[in-house]
């Protein structure tokens, strides 16, 4: 079955700074990437999804890149802000229709003042 | 309305009670999800719903019973749990055509003793 690792576990910035998030998944039919951020105590929310067809993806101050040769997918954030302190986790999934979703171990980010 | 709900929001239940925990969405989703999340861990998918039908079970002890009486409703029937069982519970929600995003409930947390 699909296998993702994230790294890093822990990701610490200043504000303003840039933060990247790495996912490796070993499932070469996996064709959807959404990233999910979880503050503490609440429901994990999609951020920013991507599809296999595409490269890369961008929604205001965060992006997503992916390499289908290396199977592997990143998360950018730009001008990182303390809200965005929070847990972030990638998933994958194959097929069509309803998305099994396999998550990354997550990355706890925080974003210093 | 792009809200999944969950009640209860807490339960402390002991190994011989039985409880049921609630899900609703009224998007108009055809697929419902369960997830089973442990203190920083990701989310672990439990069971899939596709038209009010169980398409995915992911070897789950029998004492965790779904059941999908509606589009719009996903239960899960918990008995003779055990205290490793105590986690947040998550329901989600997906189309199952065009967009892959799940929804997420704001999640039970079940505490067993």
């Known amino acids: 079955g699909e296998n993702v690792e994230q790294h890093p576990s822990t990701l610490s910035v200043q504000e303003g700074d840039s933060a990247v998030i790495k996912c490796t998944y070993s499932d070469s039919a996996s064709n959807y990437f959404p990233w999910y951020k979880q503050e503490l105590g609440k429901r994990p929310q999609l951020i920013i999804d991507?599809?296999?067809?595409?490269g890369e993806k961008k929604d205001q101050r965060i992006a997503v890149t992916l390499n289908k040769t290396a199977k592997h997918f990143s998360l950018h954030i730009t001008e990182t802000q303390p809200e965005d302190s929070a847990v972030y986790f990638c998933?994958?999934?194959?097929?069509?229709?309803?998305?099994?979703?396999?998550f990354g171990t997550g990355t706890r980010l925080l974003v210093s003042p | 309305d792009t809200e999944v709900t969950q009640t209860p929001k807490h339960l402390v239940m002991g190994m011989t009670n039985k409880k049921s925990l609630k899900c609703e969405q009224h998007m108009g989703h055809r697929a419902m999800y369960w997830y089973k999340q442990k203190a920083k861990k990701p989310p672990e998918l439990m069971f899939v719903y596709s038209y009010e039908k169980l398409s995915i079970n992911e070897s789950v002890p029998s004492r965790f019973s779904p059941e999908c009486p509606n589009s719009s409703l996903l239960n899960l029937h918990l008995h003779a749990l055990q205290p490793e069982d105590s986690a947040l519970y998550l329901c989600?929600?997906?189309?199952?055509?065009?967009?892959?995003?799940?929804?997420f409930g704001p999640g039970t947390r079940l505490t067993v003793t």
């Open positions: 991507i599809r296999s067809n595409v």
């Open positions: 989600a929600s997906s189309r199952l055509t065009g967009s892959y995003e799940q929804y």
């Open positions: 998933a994958a999934s194959r097929g069509t229709g309803f998305q099994k979703l396999v």
